[in-house]
């Protein structure tokens, strides 16, 4: 989704800019532009609805001296407006001495927009975040300086904001944010500021993330303000976690990278975490009260994640569990006693923070993220981070694994500690866990052996029917949802008993069926219905399926694991991206999608 980065640096600034934009690209988009101050003190402004690497051709064709240190780039994923180069930031006003990026939604831009026309300005572009510039520029003309003029611009919007401002006559650079994350840091190299740390972490050791409402100068020494008053900086995080590299190195592209490092990523988590579950240690550390149900909240992949750990809540404890689908949460009732567990790799994800908005304020939130400075994890009672390392390709793969192993990890502890799981019980529990390194790379192999000539079977299918039942369905779920994103053809998952009730009309000789196989019983007469009918059946199982990565499944591993087959996933990541290299899509930014949905 939309990306800021901004620096005022000793030498030109245009190759900072360039180098964090690649460093943004990851989280989806589909224009991109800089402004920086020139020698002259006018704004160089240049946008593109191509890649970065257009935008780096279009800046190393002017001259070099020409481009001062002071500038501000940005990724668009459009929202207000078509993709088009004219709505692509930074916008200016109608002086052009003032270049504005940024992330969120303006709600009253109709409003303003209207207001400011009225005033005589010219609107250049249809986005929302067009009236910031307009607003700004008439503080600017009042003698305010940009400080306090983006303090007065941003009292007359609603909705949320990451803005940076540039003031070319001035070369004044000021940032404010408002439900959006935004991070300022200073190192030898200069001042920078960036929607997402990543972007900035190659100059930097520490970033300061803005609380709502901080409005910064990106001075020499930056300067901070909250309603007219000079504030002290909020404490400062390290931004090595988010040091990366924007070459996948050893792998083909990223995806193929983070689902090859699954097992490593459950290791790692359940190094962290495995000593604290038995005697309820990790769960009492997170100082929440007791409960006695959970409901799970989340998008996409991460929902599917809590779905799996919710399902270990109720199949271990028989604590009741209910899925969220965060932009529904508002419609829900959550009876007192409920742990709410909000599941975002991100952490920045617009509609579960809605949905934190719209809950009862009394529930307790435990936030499972792979973002420990997010905005989740600030407003969430407690959190736990899920340790996956960052994750560039869009489609989530090892966040999943690490959502599901760390939230596991949590109910696990957090039984024990209410004493719903006997001790045998536990203890068998937590050793089926602790396999899960070894049979997520035992997954791998068995993938990568036996998903080939599966892709070859099914390419030409232009659509999919995803099965499983019980522990299954959230991973036939997960399954069907990597596929489209990936491959851009449909794909329909169910639980398995469901298909008679409808949708076996869309089974016809060739239709590809992928079963998630756990050994539940009767999966095996629905698969018998679909074969009957000619459809092409791909089991992910135990030994003598399609797919055999369970091993050697049995009645006790599945009662040992009521998180289900989790290794599973690996093979359905799988088909997913080599069906979709196989007609030719970027596998690491899918059409359309972003990495952080920071809209609702
Ligand atoms: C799918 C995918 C999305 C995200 C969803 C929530 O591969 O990545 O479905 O899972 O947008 O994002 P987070 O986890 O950031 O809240």
Redesign the pocket.
Known sequence: MCGIVACRTATSAAPYLVHALRLLEYRGYDSIGVAVRGSDAALVTVRSIRRVDDLAALLAARDPDGLGGVGIGHTRWATHGEVSERNAHPHRDCTGSLAVVHNGIIENATELRAELRGRGHEFASDVDSEVVCHLLEEHVDAGRDALAALEATVARLRGSWALVVLDGETGALVATAHGSPLVVAASPLGVFAASDVAAIADWVDEVVPLRDGDVVELSDEPRWMRAGVRRSAPAAVSAAPARRSVEPLDHPDFMAKEIAEQPAVAAGILDALRPGIERGRLWRELGLPDFSRVAVL???????AGTVVGRAFSRLGGVPAEALVASEAAESVLPPGTLLLA???????AD?LRALDDLDPGIPVLAV??NPHSTLARRASSILHCLAGPEVG????K??VA?VVTGVCAALSALTAIGRVPRARLREAVEELARAPERLARALDVGAATIPPVVARVSAAPGFVFLGRGAGVPYAVEGA??LK?LSYRWAEAYPAGELKHGPLALVEPGTPVIAVDDGAPRLAGNLAEVAARGAAVVTIGGPGSTVPTLGAWSPTRAAAAPWGPLDAVVPLQMLARELALGLGRDVDKPRN?????TVD
């Open positions: 989340g998008c996409g992949t991460s929902l599917n599941f975002s790799q991100s952490g920045e994800t579960v993220t792979n869009v489609a989530a793969t966040t999943f959502q949802l990597k994103e999608l972003a990495k952080a949905v």
